[in-house]
């Protein structure tokens, strides 16, 4: 049978999604990237947020319009399917089988037992129980790849549903990650590895007593890679000895991904977050004392109690820290989260002028941070043609693919996708990147 699945939501979601494929392939089930062709459609759901939740939806929505033609059976899986399993298997009779975020190893019988009519329609799972698999189809383009490290988190933050859907935090062995790195490395020519996990600077705290992020990324450097990439570091512990080490290591991206969700003392105590102003202030201070680092960072507007004072100290901070990329999300009130219990929530409104009003803010510190690159060199990994534009584009390891800026540039030479040009770059336009290879 042709299985089609549709993956949402985060990278890490995304892992999950090559591990299922993997287990199905494995077992003779035949893969199909067409949803008209699929006799099983399985949609791999993001539950995080209101806008997650609601696209999640109208794709198990979409998809259940395939029942009409080809496809026998639907599937919903990932956060969710964990958070509410009940909900969709009452409100969505078109689904036929719902699964929890640990049962991925177990997909291929769930899947058997569903096409001979013995299967159950809800498969729930403890949400702590690990299943950690280097079997993957790689779904991004063979030129770079997610490495998941760990699973779960242990933050707390007050707003955040992610440790009562995914569980405590639980960090991989090295051993295991390296070999799953060879693999990808070895079998699709791997050239860019992007560190993931909820929380990447807590790795190895819970299975070796201590963080053991750079002795993992020490024997990652070993591998025939060009860059690794390091996403969702929290501020509290990013230390200078990290940063020392990334700094020195030619493989490693200067590139630093720190949520930092707010600057208010006050508010960052509401969120439950370990930091303060004062240490943000500092952390910022001693990365760039380090070298030429991105920044990126994301902030939540209208948490529940953020008075205009509150407001106008973020504004301020942004205008003085001038990090590189920045995304704001306004607050969405998530159910059994302490925050949704708060007083003082905020109208959607206000959410929404503040979340407009910092992006506009950060769109004049973007353009100014980028124009300091204009007329210099940089490395661009090649990833494709823009038709439009008739412009080869690319990314600098400054740039994560799918949300940072892109590289146009032209050239009078053959390239190879997933390799490394040198580019001067002419100009910006746009939030982008325009040059030539040298």
Known sequence: MKIGLVSLGCDKNRIDSENMLAYLQKDGYELTGDP???????????????????????????MSEYKKDKCRFLVVTGCLAQRYMQDIADEFPEVDMILGTANYHNMPLYIKNLV???????????KDDRHFSSERVLTTPYHYAYLKIAEGCDNKCTYCAIPGIRGKYTSRRIEDIVE????????????????VAQDVSRYGLDLYGEIKLIEL???????????????????ELVSERLIEYMAGNP?????????????????????????RKAD?????????????????STFIVGFPRESQQDFEELKEFLTWAKLDRCGFFAYSMEDGTPASRLDGQIDED????????????????????????????VDVIYEGIDYDLQMFYGRTQYDAPEIDTKVY???YVPLDIGKIYKVKIDEIDSGDYFGHVE
């Not at 020490?218 to 969702?232: A, M």
């Not at 950060?362 to 353009?367: D, H, K, L, V």
């Open 36 to 62: 008209q062709q699929a006799e099983i459609i399985i949609v791999n759901t993001c539950g995080f947020i209101d806008s997650a939740k609601q696209e999640a939806i109208d794709t198990i929505l979409e």
């Open 116 to 126: 001979d009519g013995r299967g159950q329609r809800c498969y729930a799972n403890d």
């Open 180 to 195: 799953e790195a060879k693999t990808l490395v070895g079998e699709y020519g791997v050239k860019e590895l992007i560190i």
């Open 217 to 235: 990324l020490q024997e990652l450097s070993k591998l025939d890679v060009e860059w690794i990439r390091l996403l969702y570091l929290y501020p």
């Open 251 to 275: 493989k490693i991206c200067k590139y630093l991904d720190i949520p930092c969700q707010h600057i208010s003392d006050g508010v960052l105590k509401l969120m439950n977050r370990r930091v």
């Open 280 to 296: 943000i202030v500092e952390l910022i201070n001693m990365i760039r004392k380090h070298g030429d680092f991105t920044i990126r």
């Open 350 to 377: 206000v959410k929404l002028a503040r979340q407009e009003e910092l992006y506009a803010l950060q769109e004049g510190i973007m353009a100014e941070k980028m124009q300091e690159r204009v007329g210099g060199v």
């Open 409 to 411: 540039f032209t050239a």
